[in-house]
T-cell receptor
Framework: DGGITQSPKYLFRKEGQNVTLSCEQNLNHDAMYWYRQDPGQGLRLIYYSQIVNDFQKGDIAEGYSVSREKKESFPLTVTSAQKNPTAFYLC???????????????FGPGTRLTVL | GQNIDQPTEMTATEGAIVQINCTYQTSGFNGLFWYQQHAGEAPTFLSYNVLDGLEEKGRFSSFLSRSKGYSYLLLKELQMKDSASYLCAVWKDSGYSTLTFGKGTMLLVSP
């Protein structure tokens, strides 16, 4: 079945360590996104990518980095520079450029990161 | 800038009807999405409106007024499984297909 996978579901790290969250999609979507969700805050955009080898900062990119070497993969690294990394991280993909509903974003199951 | 407002919480009774409102002020507008999110899970698509009016899909309907910057999600015949967070998101026509999300409305359905 086509979809988006994120692993692991739960991740624990010590403060000061970098950690990389994986996101893979087999929907053949061009665009991929990373969001952070905190209680009562909704979804906030970290980074997005419209095409391989290109990505753009979202609203809260500081302390994060991404790469897009393959169409299917968009890993997110949470660096030690991120002051409050504990959160629920959601990856999404879509097919931009098509009008209407086709720009719906499909979400992965999320990774809950806890920094101790 | 952009601003999307939704009520933080709502409660309703099983079998009832509930309306969740969303108002927005954004620098661009190319449509509005509603998503449902159960606790600890991924958001799932409910509806998309780009033209004024009502879109009906089973027990769920969504309304849009572009001139008023206003949308609502209407849930009929509420079921316990409808207890979830409902996210309003605006698609800005900025050349990139980013969505701007509101903070979500937590709906609690009681017996």
């Amino acid at each position: 079945d086509g979809g988006i996978t994120q692993s692991p579901k739960y991740l624990f790290r010590k403060e000061g360590q970098n950690v990389t969250l994986s996101c893979e999609q087999n929907l053949n979507h061009d665009a991929m996104y990373w969001y952070r969700q905190d209680p009562g805050q909704g979804l906030r955009l970290i980074y997005y990518s419209q095409i391989v080898n290109d990505f753009q900062k979202g609203d809260i990119a500081e302390g994060y980095s991404v790469s897009r070497e393959k169409k299917e993969s968009f890993p997110l690294t949470v660096t030690s520079a991120q002051k409050n990394p504990t959160a629920f991280y959601l990856c999404a993909s879509s097919n931009p450029g098509l009008a209407g509903r086709h720009n719906e974003q499909f979400f992965g199951p999320g990774t809950r990161l806890t920094v101790l | 800038g952009q601003n999307i407002d939704q009520p933080t919480e709502m409660t309703a009774t099983e079998g009832a009807i509930v309306q969740i409102n969303c108002t927005y002020q954004t620098s661009g507008f190319n449509g509005l999405f509603w998503y449902q999110q159960h606790a600890g899970e991924a958001p799932t698509f409910l509806s998309y409106n780009v033209l004024d009016g009502l879109e009906e899909k089973g027990r769920f309907s969504s309304f849009l007024s572009r001139s008023k910057g206003y949308s609502y999600l209407l849930l009929k015949e509420l079921q316990m499984k409808d207890s979830a967070s409902y996210l309003c998101a605006v698609w800005k026509d900025s050349g990139y297909s980013t969505l701007t999300f509101g903070k979500g409305t937590m709906l609690l359905v009681s017996p």
